[in-house]
């Protein structure tokens, strides 16, 4: 458990404890997400990341992506429509 004081402006300075934990430096930025009766701390870019995970959930199988061959299969496949049938490597 760390402590950390709130200033007349309502600033805090987040513990060194905690911001190696969530991973944050300078200039990062953190979210407070209010759970039930608690507010929870995360570091931004980690949760956007999660969010990102979760809406995509599922896709790869839809898709009938299973590796990372078909990944650049995919990608290839993709450009050439962009680039009118052109082959990028």
Excluded at 47 to 73: I, P, T
């Amino acid at each position: 458990m760390e402590l950390a004081k709130v200033t007349s402006k309502g600033q805090i300075t987040i513990p060194a404890a905690i911001r190696k934990l969530l991973g944050v430096k300078d200039g990062d930025k953190v979210l407070f997400v209010q759970e039930g009766s608690k507010v929870v701390m995360m570091n931004a870019s980690v949760n956007a990341l999660m969010e990102a995970q979760k809406a995509f959930q599922g896709m790869a199988e839809e898709l009938g992506v299973n590796d990372e061959q078909d990944v650049v299969d995919m990608v290839k496949e993709i450009r050439a429509e962009r680039h009118g049938n052109y082959e990028c490597e």
